[in-house]
T-cell receptor
Framework: SQELEQSPQSLIVQEGKNLTINCTSSKTLYGLYWYKQKYGEGLIFLMMLQKGGEEKSHEKITAKLDEKKQQSSLHITASQPSHAGIYLCGADISRTSYDKVIFGPGTSLSVIP | GAVVSQHPSRVICKSGTSVKIECRSLDFQATTMFWYRQFPKQSLMLMATSNEGSKATYEQGVEKDKFLINHASLTLSTLTVTSAHPEDSSFYIC?????????????FGAGTRLSVL
């Protein structure tokens, strides 16, 4: 099984609806990143969470980190077509100095106007 | 966010030829650069990590003689796919991380789609 799992795998929502994407790690999290990717393009950095209970927001996107549960959630409020894309979470699972980040399989989001 | 430029965005080559992909950090010094491969509808697969001035660290199963990585400066890393074959066709993405930016955040290039005929 993967070290980092995301749910749901894909999501189709009506414009204006709220949605949540979850990311769960099988290992202790020392940092959690959220990225967005348009198909065939690079990843756009959204947010980084490092401390348990930390919550960050950018425009209509909010991410939270539950360190104890080794989980993070990404919540989009009043979704818009511009939110469509693939959302990937990435995690630092090493406590040592800077190490590689592992990525989840991604959640594909479609927003219907 | 930081700007990472990757070039070319798309390349088509004949089997047996070599292809070089460049990754540049435009507004910060990248002490570490990463090269990923992404298959359709799948997540990123880390190929190797390169630190400026030292040899790249390859992930298990990645042939270092096949995928040559050079990180000669704090702003440039290159990936050369040597003697490319159709099975090397894929989407390759680089990322960069370094001082002057929030620790550990990787900023990604736009990717290179390689098609080997």
């Amino acid at each position: 099984s993967q070290e980092l799992e995301q749910s749901p795998q894909s999501l189709i929502v009506q414009e204006g609806k709220n949605l949540t994407i979850n990311c769960t790690s099988s290992k202790t999290l020392y940092g959690l990143y959220w990225y967005k990717q348009k198909y065939g393009e690079g990843l756009i950095f959204l947010m980084m969470l490092q401390k348990g209970g930390e919550e960050k927001s950018h425009e209509k996107i909010t991410a939270k980190l539950d360190e104890k549960k080794q989980q993070s959630s990404l919540h989009i409020t009043a979704s818009q077509p511009s939110h469509a894309g693939i959302y990937l979470c990435g995690a630092d699972i090493s406590r040592t100095s800077y190490d590689k980040v592992i990525f989840g399989p991604g959640t594909s989001l479609s927003v219907i106007p | 966010g930081a700007v990472v430029s990757q070039h070319p965005s798309r390349v088509i080559c004949k089997s047996g030829t070599s292809v070089k992909i460049e990754c540049r950090s435009l507004d910060f010094q990248a002490t570490t650069m990463f090269w990923y491969r992404q298959f359709p509808k799948q997540s990123l697969m880390l190929m190797a990590t390169s630190n400026e001035g030292s040899k790249a660290t390859y992930e298990q199963g990645v042939e270092k003689d096949k995928f040559l990585i050079n990180h000669a400066s704090l702003t440039l890393s290159t990936l050369t796919v040597t003697s490319a074959h159709p099975e090397d066709s894929s989407f390759y993405i680089c990322s960069a991380a370094g001082w002057g930016r929030a620790k550990n955040i990787q900023y990604f290039g736009a990717g290179t789609r390689l098609s080997v005929l």
